[in-house]
């Protein structure tokens, strides 16, 4: 008997997808649907490449580099459809995607239709090749897919309706303010101290305002607006630990040594259910708002299992001292319901799952059911609005990004 994967025909997966998106209320605008209908993704996907595995609802890498990190890829079908949705396409829209492969532009000319106009511009020669061979096979003659840095935008098409960022970016270049037409929406994954939101994000005049931000996850930018993090393998590749600001303070031989140390528990009552999957996203960014030495972690559970158990495995926040840890974590006391908690390591274990339980209970009770932070862009150096909640400042070459939280003051400068 032959397996699902070979039996099943690109048609068939399409239409399965868009099901899968709709009914998980991903897709809610009828004419994106018709455009994950119209487009093969097969047909961009590596040619090893199944039709089952084309057509999952997940990442499809088409390209590492020489260290084998994934720099290339397609998106999450869920991720694009969220984006495409924000960027509010229509008929004759003109759109520059930062970032190529070529679905993603077959997407959004399906949705701007002839009397539109969708350039695709990527930094990687191969990728841009593969994706105007892929366009042409496919029927997507009409987007143009061009060799360019991000950081310059592509000013000789522009003004855009919408530009939409495929890659992670820690910052905004001028470049792409100045190339959005009146009314245009910017939509892209913002780093912010280690945690990645895709923000659409309207310009206001004077800075840019996110209408909409998820969280998300993708390839690191190239080129001139890449930015380092600092990364320290607290167990070979199994555990690191990533710090993306100027500020914290982290000995990565003695944070290594805190996992030999007994680990303490804290569990404060607060639960979420994965209906309310908010919850998870809005706590990882109230603990990274805060005013104190920080980090995320990156996890092997199958290989560490017996030994740390983060709340997510990409991304678990860490509270730090120089020597030791204390990361969130989660339980579940029934079926269906998870309790977070705080695991700490190292001499000052104690007092910083402490910390956390404290944070977890205050993000609950004062901003867990509330409109949750607001996120703007301003340009370096410009001064900023005052405010009487707790405000994240992120510091970049060319933009200072401010989180806020109405309700509780304080400020967080210098991070980055």
């Known amino acids: 008997m032959s397996n699902v994967a070979e039996e099943l025909t690109p048609d068939t997966a399409r239409q399965q997808l868009v099901e899968q998106l709709t009914a998980k209320g ?47 890829s397609i998106s999450a079908p869920w991720l694009q459809a ?4 924000t960027a509010q396409l229509r008929p004759g829209s003109r759109v520059l995607e930062i970032g190529s492969g ?30 105007r061979v892929a366009l042409l096979r496919t029927g997507y003659s009409q987007v143009e897919v061009a060799l360019a840095d991000a950081e310059g935008g592509y000013p000789d098409n522009g003004p855009f309706d919408a530009i939409i960022v495929t890659v ?21 994954p913002v780093r912010m101290r280690g945690n990645t939101r895709c923000l659409t994000l309207q310009n206001r005049g004077d800075h840019l305002a996110a ?19 600092r990364r320290l393998p607290l167990r070979g590749k199994d555990i690191v630990l990533t710090v993306d600001d100027t500020t914290t303070q982290a000995d990565g031989e003695a944070l290594a040594a805190a996992l030999e140390l007994p680990r303490r528990e804290v569990w404060p009552p607060v639960t979420a259910t994965m209906d309310d999957g908010g919850a998870f996203e809005s706590i990882h960014l109230w603990l990274a708002c805060q005013p104190r030495f920080y980090g995320v972690l990156t996890v092997d559970r199958d290989r560490v299992a017996d030994l740390l158990d983060p709340d997510n495995r990409f991304t678990c926040p860490c509270l730090l001292t120089a020597t030791s840890f204390a990361h969130l974590t989660l339980r579940q006391p029934d079926r ?48 900023l609005p005052t405010t009487d909640g707790l405000r994240l400042l992120v510091h970049r070459r060319h933009t200072t990004i401010a989180i806020t939280w109405p309700g509780l003051a304080g400020n967080v400068e210098d991070m980055a």
């Not at 084309?54 to 990190?69: H, L, P, R």
């Open 336 to 383: 269906g319901t998870y309790q977070f908690g705080a695991h700490g390591f190292g001499p000052d274990a104690a007092d910083l799952t402490a910390q956390l339980a404290e944070l977890i209970v205050v993000w609950d009770q004062q901003h867990r059911h509330g409109p949750g932070p607001s996120i703007t862009v301003h340009p370096a150096g410009a001064p």
């Open 82 to 85: 969220y984006m495409l949705e």
């Open 26 to 72: 991903r897709l809610s605008r009828p004419e994106v649907a018709a455009a994950f209908l119209a487009v093969p993704r097969h047909e961009f996907a590596p040619a090893a490449t199944n039709v089952q595995a084309a057509y999952a609802d997940d990442v499809v890498v088409t390209k590492k580099n020489a260290a084998g990190e994934t720099s290339s």
């Open 168 to 188: 992670e970016t820690a910052d905004i270049p001028p470049a792409w303010t100045q190339q959005l037409a009146p009314g245009g929406l910017l939509v892209a």
């Open 211 to 229: 209408i909409a931000a998820i969280q998300c996850g993708f390839v690191p930018m190239q080129g001139e607006g890449k930015t380092s993090v």
């Open 102 to 131: 070529g679905y993603n532009a077959a997407l959004i000319a399906e949705l701007v239709g002839p009397t539109g106009a969708v350039t695709s511009i990527d930094i990687d020669a191969d990728v841009v090749t593969n994706a």
